[in-house]
């Protein structure tokens, strides 16, 4: 329009020149100057949260130009993935928008803002204000439900165990004071007439045996959908420790995924720190479970009950299983399939005829 118009002088393709140069300018302006003052920050609600669950995510906004600019785009890290969204910011107000981000599986994930991009409103020119993002770390979790209960070796776990230790008299472990109540025959009365105070003789409670929950924290590759699977087994665990906690036994679960820990449950012990053990662990494991049974194995002192959770059985792993079941404990094996294999129903057959508790356990 500007050549047309110094070539024929015609007035009116130079004010369409000028206008088109105006905007052009307006429009490198707008998105510059909103680039520049734009503030954005953003909230979690929970920094953990059960799989399954949305948690809330609240921006807050607030650009200084009064010139006319496009919608902010804005993409958000969540979960279950990256979304790009546009959020319309008036000048001088501040804006707020709430956001629910879905977290359909567990681990650990990074949510929060990754790239904010003004625009003008020609969709000319755009600028990343990429010094208003940040991430933050979410936790998700695995859920819990009831389980049918573990069955201990017999003679290790019983209640008339306990109560029989209490009521051999011939073998006191120390002596405290009288308390109202106490049977006459626990009475120290040697030890009492040289006191001149009644003394109640204390007897050892028998050690409760372990439970140790065995994950198999390796790639369920085989599976049609592993994050369904990667998702029960870690429930499984979950539910196996929250039931074993009511019942105040002492649990060892070894984790061997991304990040390698033994975790250690006993009277006192609380819940939520599994819970996030489970969701910071991943399936990333590089050591095959076959290995973890055959140390498991050496390690073995004494009979309690066994917990193997795994996506798939192997011939070496069914060997070690069998092993541990000759050391003593009770074993329970949970399979968690979507589709069961020929080889599946074999080595369970295998399991079964060896007195081994085995449950198919197929994934959401």
Known sequence: MGVIA???GGRLYLLIALLLVSLFLLALISALWASATLQVTFTLAESSVPHGDPVNLTIHAQQLCPLPIAPLRVTVAAPEGDETLRIVVPP?????????????????????????ATEDVFGLFSFSANRNTRQETILV????????????????????LISRATEDLTSPSGVRAYRPGDSLKKIHWKLSLRKREPLSKTYDQPLRPDALILLDCMPPFAQEEPRAVQDRLCDLAASLCSMLMAEEAAVRMPLLGRMIEEITLGRGSVLSSVLA?????????????????????????????????TSALTPGCVDCILRLRRLGPWVRVYLVTKTQTEMDVVLGQKLLQNDIELLYEDAP
């Open 6 to 8: 110094l070539s024929t």
């Open 92 to 116: 001088m107000r501040r804006h707020k928008v709430l956001l629910h981000l879905f977290c359909p599986h567990v681990g650990q994930y990074e949510a929060g803002l990754t790239r904010v």
């Open 141 to 160: 979790l695995p859920r819990t439900e009831k389980i049918t209960p573990l069955q201990f070796s017999p003679g290790d776990y019983e209640n008339e």
């Open 277 to 309: 053990s489970l969701a910071r662990m991943g399936f990333t494991g590089i050591t095959p479970l076959e290995r973890v049974l055959e140390l498991e194995c050496q390690r073995m002192r004494r009979g309690g009950a066994t917990v193997v959770l």
